[in-house]
């Protein structure tokens, strides 16, 4: 899919604080990402317990706790205070997790200070001309840029075409917003002159009723509470489950996929 005109560049006003009301179904919802990629560093790029890892737009920890881990340093860099907060109570076992207050843009990190720059379902969201000078200034000569993405697998099972039906018919501004948006070209452009390796691993979550529930209102699209659309579209959604459900669950299915490049001086 490729990014319509000027869509990518009109990122919401609110795009900082968006999550701020979501913050407790992000934690207990989203998915989290396979230990592959913690493999694939270690073999592809060099990783090691003493690599330094600015994950940027970091949310809750979700991708930065795959690293932590295995021991690695992590500067988890976010501008939303409540899953900035979040994040430093959920890796407070993990010593070399460092909270930074900032943005894509201005991560307010020391020039040269990462190994890696990761970025985990949240490329979408930047300014993509200033966080490529903000990369180039934080990184490491030689040192690697990742963007990662889970993307649902629509096409897998006729629970996730209806699931994303419901997502088109009731998201405040889903089409805006999708990450899908940005296609290999738009990462390629982001990563020129350096070349860019791609890899995928399968990922996947069985949900109840309420994880279903949990993982719709743990997107940023979708109405809150008070909105007229809210209550309409959890009646279909729960007309999706009962439709498709075995056992009580549902799945989705998603393809993680891990853009990576090392970026040369």
């Not at 979550?205 to 909105?227: A, I, V, W």
């Not at 009580?248 to 490049?261: A, L, M, N, P």
């Amino acid at each position: 899919m490729r990014c319509p005109d000027n869509v990518c560049d009109m990122m919401p006003a609110n795009a900082t604080n968006r999550f701020s009301s979501r913050v407790d179904d992000y934690i207990k919802y989203r998915p989290g990402y396979p230990d592959a990629i913690v493999a694939l560093f270690n073999e592809a790029c060099g990783l090691t317990a003493r690599s330094i890892i600015a994950d940027i737009g970091s949310g809750t920890g979700i991708f930065a706790e795959q690293f932590l881990k295995h021991g690695t340093t992590v500067f988890g860099v976010e501008p939303n205070q409540d899953m900035r907060l979040a994040a430093e109570r959920l890796q407070l076992p993990y010593s070399k997790f460092h909270s930074v207050a900032g943005t894509a843009e201005a991560t307010t990190l020391p020039d040269n200070c990462a190994d890696f720059i990761t970025v985990a379902q949240a490329f979408h969201w930047f300014d993509r001309e200033s966080a490529r000078r903000e990369f180039q200034r934080i990184l490491k000569p030689g040192g690697w840029v990742a963007l990662v993405w889970n993307e649902r697998i629509v096409e897998s099972s006729l629970f996730l075409q209806d699931y994303e039906r419901l997502l088109q018919t009731y998201g405040t501004d889903y089409r805006q917003v999708d990450h899908r948006q940005v296609d290999e070209r738009v990462i390629a452009d982001f990563f020129k002159p350096h070349a860019v390796d791609m890899a995928r691993f399968p990922n996947r979550q069985e949900f109840d009723f309420d994880g279903l529930k949990g993982r719709l209102l743990s997107s940023s699209y979708t109405p809150e509470p008070g909105n007229k659309n809210y209550e309409p579209m959890l009646r279909e959604l729960d007309g999706i489950y009962r439709k498709y459900a075995v056992n009580g669950r549902v799945i989705f299915e998603y393809d993680t996929k891990v853009f990576y490049s090392r970026w040369t001086a």
